[in-house]
């Protein structure tokens, strides 16, 4: 396998280098304000398309803060001038917030957060094990931030989460016209996306009452969500909506991990022509979503415990996800994921096998229509890695 690499600045490589000599971990300015970061690298190998990448990823810093009263947290990524961004010219040419937020802390068990947050939706906090998440994901539901409002409070059994959102996330830097965001979302459609839509997501309302209890040494989480919000169009300036409901599952017993969720998304777009599609973006990229349809996801997982020479934190997983459509004539989108997770010295290192039918970031199956009307209807797969380090 012959591996490209690319340019990197001298800082990246002297943090990289760094973290082969010493042990990762956030700098700690005073005894509230931590700061830290990463940069992590990522290899992908498809023969089928001869792709044989190894070169750098990302580039984030974080910040987290926390006091008796207050807390607040803020994450910032930096991605460019490497696979599959070589049409920019240099890292931070694609860049966006994650999160950024400041929190108000009623008591230990109960806080307000103000700002950019993740939503509270669906199985905690993503769609099962892995690195490169589940179909959940690419339709609006998985590691989703939004701005505005978020409360939550955490009894002995209960957790209970609520959020008014009146914007969605805010736009970074980038080539698209609505991609510029980590999470995926409604957007404006590209040039590039046949029979793309322009609806712009306001006044997002999401809940999640989630209880946690043991049974047979199984510790264990149930819980349902629900999200609502307005999707107005800004062709026909008229004003549809979408809708999800979520229940999940998660099961912890000794080393053994299982988490399964259904969930139904549900959209009305007032959209000028063809109302069965909505166009969502993140990434630096848009592509087109079913405007209605299941997702199934289940995940099985097992750790391994001990020090291994200098490997440690050792996960095995498969986690299987599929987004049934409505409309009879699309084809379904499905992704299988057989990985493992581990720390390697100062490194953290996700090596995963990609297997993906009507899968727009897995084959090259279609990357605007998979998720609406279909793709190469094959089963496509991809070796996937991503290594860390954290500083």
Known sequence: MKLQWIRLDSILVSLLAAGLVQQAGAMEITDNLDLGGAIRARLDYDPDRDISEFNFDTL????????????????????????????????????FAEYAWVGYKFSPTQQLQ?????????????FGSTFFESL???????DTQNIGFKYLQQSVDWNVQAAYYPIPAEQGRGTSQGGRTY??????????VGGGSDNHEQNILVGRLARQFEVAGWKSEIGLSGLASTLENQDTDKDGHRFATALHFTGKHGAWGV???????????????DDHLVSFGSFDGTFNVAAKGNLYVADLSYDISGQYGWFSGIKLYVNYSI????????????????????????????LEWLHGKNDPYIGGSDYT???????????????YSNIGYYF
Request: negative net charge; aromatic residues 16%; without cysteine.
């Open 369 to 383: 229509q998979s998720l609406g009307a279909g793709g190469s209807n094959r089963w496509e797969n991809q070796l």
């Open 60 to 95: 984030f810093f974080t910040a987290d803060y926390q006091s008796d009263t207050w807390t607040a947290a803020a994450k910032y990524r930096f991605y460019g001038d490497a696979y599959p961004y070589r049409y920019t010219d240099n890292v931070g040419d694609i860049a």
């Open 114 to 126: 103000v700002g950019q947050t993740a939503i509270p939706f669906g199985l905690p906090a993503y």
């Open 323 to 350: 987004f049934d459509k409505d409309e009879s004539a699309y084809l379904d989108s499905q992704r299988f994921i057989a990985g493992s997770s581990f720390t390697l010295g100062p490194l953290w290192i996700a």
């Open 259 to 273: 988490q399964a969720q259904a969930a139904r998304q549900q959209m009305s777009p007032k959209n000028p022509v």
């Open 136 to 142: 959940g994901n690419v339709i609006g539901l998985e």
């Open 183 to 192: 999470g995926t979302s409604v957007a404006t459609a590209d040039d590039y």
